[in-house]
């Protein structure tokens, strides 16, 4: 026998576990995952910063509407999810101008290497400052959103992938797993594998594409102090940050890749300690751990969040890039908001308390014309 939910979740990703702890309570939720953990891939891949000043217009209103929903979730944790970490710019006066925005300001030299002294003066010519961005808890905030949808009721399934979905009357009839689901709306938060849940589900794919980004916790002679901000090259060459005693850094590199388990590749990390060993005196001894995950894109982008154009109850909730953790409460309450207005009349109080803006669902939404390729 099938079990049948209002809504059916594919991927325990920071979207899809966003979206459950949202929808839950306000109609009936499964979430499946294929892997035997949740976030295994992308979401306990990341760098762990929200940034305001980071993204395309979308997202950086995105942003800041998930920021103010985490800080009030953390007013009832008992650890906070949210920690003040300020990001900085560095680069030309003309790159650093072009990444700007306006939750950014350009800032002087001699404040840059003062906030970050670990930089080799004359290295870079110029700086901004964006003093409004988080570190973010992820385990934390990813335990609290399970928390709160099996608490609202939901049900979460791991070590169940997806074989087979197809459109049956008013829903959609799946099956992960050993499992099989019979819902009203399919939800596919499947990350770098949104695409082939659209093919296995007969929905014409996207093209969204996985890029691959690795980073690594590295040993130094001199740690940064702990008003450091996290430092990025305005030319997406590389980034870093403290991480305790050691640090955090990143190639930034955007290489294309299938949907896969991704893995470091020789030469990445070790060509970037070479060259952030040249433009700071941290003196990186040695590599702690490294990881590689995945940024899925659309053509434009953009992430997606929306009904497809051709397949009823088919919701799209992907394409997050680089900012999945900073855009997931806001995209969910979207999500939500759009899920349950479609659900009828039952579901109309849910649905307005979660209502999205219309200017920013059309900039998310499955059906606009940039986001194929």
């Known amino acids: 026998m099938a079990a049948h939910y ?14 459950a702890s949202t929808l839950a309570g306000s109609c009936s939720v499964a979430l ?21 000043s980071y993204g395309p217009d979308v997202v950086r209103e995105l942003t800041v509407r998930t920021l103010g929903l985490m800080a009030a979730r ?3 944790l008992p650890e906070p999810v949210l920690t003040p970490r300020s990001f900085m710019l560095i680069g030309t006066e003309e790159s650093v101008r072009a990444e700007a925005s ?8 001699a404040e840059a290497l003062e906030l970050c002294p670990a930089l080799v003066p004359g290295s870079f010519s110029a700086a901004g400052l964006d003093t409004g961005s988080f570190g973010c808890n992820a385990p934390l905030l990813l335990a609290d959103h399970r928390l709160r949808a099996e608490a609202a009721g939901a049900d979460i399934i791991t070590g169940a992938r997806v074989h087979s ?5 008013s829903g959609w009839e799946i099956g992960a797993g050993q499992e099989a689901f019979e819902a009203g709306v399919l939800v596919n938060a499947a990350g770098a594998w949104a695409d082939e849940l659209a093919v296995i589900s007969g929905v014409e794919k996207l093209g969204l594409q996985p890029y691959r980004r690795t980073a690594a916790i590295v040993d130094v002679e001199h740690p940064l102090p702990g008003h450091s901000p ?4 305005a030319d997406n060459s590389f980034y870093f940050r403290r991480d305790g005693t050691d640090v955090l850094i990143s190639p930034s590199e955007t290489v294309p890749s299938g949907p896969e388990d991704a893995r470091p590749r020789p030469g990445d990390i070790e060509r970037l300690i070479v060259k952030l060993n040249q433009l700071t005196t941290l003196g990186i001894r040695g590599i702690r751990s490294a990881w590689t995950g995945l940024r899925t894109e659309a053509a434009d982008g953009v992430p997606v969040a929306g009904f497809d154009a051709e397949a009823p109850g088919f919701y799209w909730l992907a ?9 997931s409460s806001a995209m969910a309450e979207l999500a939500a908001g759009q899920i349950l207005a479609g659900q009828g009349a039952g579901h109309r109080a849910a649905a307005a308390a979660h209502d999205p803006a219309s200017r920013t669902a059309e900039a998310l939404a499955a059906t606009r014309w940039s986001v194929r390729r």
């Open 165 to 169: 979905a197809q459109r049956l009357g």
């Open 32 to 52: 499946v995952e294929a892997e035997q953990e949740l976030a295994y891939h992308t979401s306990s891949r990341s760098a762990r910063n929200l940034i305001p």
């Open 6 to 19: 209002d809504v059916l979740i594919v991927g325990g990703g920071i979207a899809g576990l966003s979206l």
């Open 230 to 233: 996290m430092v990025a090259a």
């Open 102 to 109: 306006g939750h950014m300001r350009l800032i002087p030299m």
């Open 74 to 76: 953390d007013a009832q």
């Open 319 to 327: 394409g997050q890039g680089g900012y999945g953790f900073q855009t």
